[in-house]
Nanobody, 118 residues
Framework: QVQLVESGGGLVQDGGSLKLSCTAS????????MAWFRQAPGKGREFVAS????????RYTDSVKGRFTISRDNAENTVALRMNNMTPEDTAVYYC???????????YGQGTQVTVSS
């Protein structure tokens, strides 16, 4: 079973920065991509950013464009999310995800809490 472990969450002030990391293990396939999702209190899980395993093409949700940067290290099976100029609206549990192809569903990690204070 694929295992994803997130780290780097915590408390940051409005306008601050944080970097999340995720390590994938027990991979039995070459991932199609790796991605970050988040779930704010009382809301559903939403897509934040993704990066293709091959080629590295990235995609972001509009609310984080220009502030967040996703990157990967294929050799280490890791993905990172650099978050700058954060706002209280970024407060959420952040989840790392990966899937084996475009049509498959995601495997998720346990999540890491990110809180932005105003």
């Amino acid at each position: 079973q694929v295992q994803l472990v997130e780290s780097g969450g915590g408390l940051v002030q409005d306008g601050g920065s944080l970097k999340l990391s995720c390590t994938a293990s027990r991979l039995t396939f070459t991932p199609y991509n790796m991605a970050w999702f988040r779930q704010a209190p009382g809301k559903g899980r939403e897509f934040v950013a993704s990066i293709l395993w091959e080629g590295g093409k990235t995609r972001y949700t509009d609310s984080v464009k220009g502030r967040f940067t996703i990157s990967r290290d294929n050799a280490e099976n890791t993905v990172a999310l650099r978050m700058n100029n954060m706002t209280p609206e970024d407060t959420a549990v952040y989840y790392c995800g990966t899937k084996r192809s475009e049509i498959h569903g995601y495997y998720y990690g346990q999540g890491t809490q990110v809180t932005v204070s105003s």
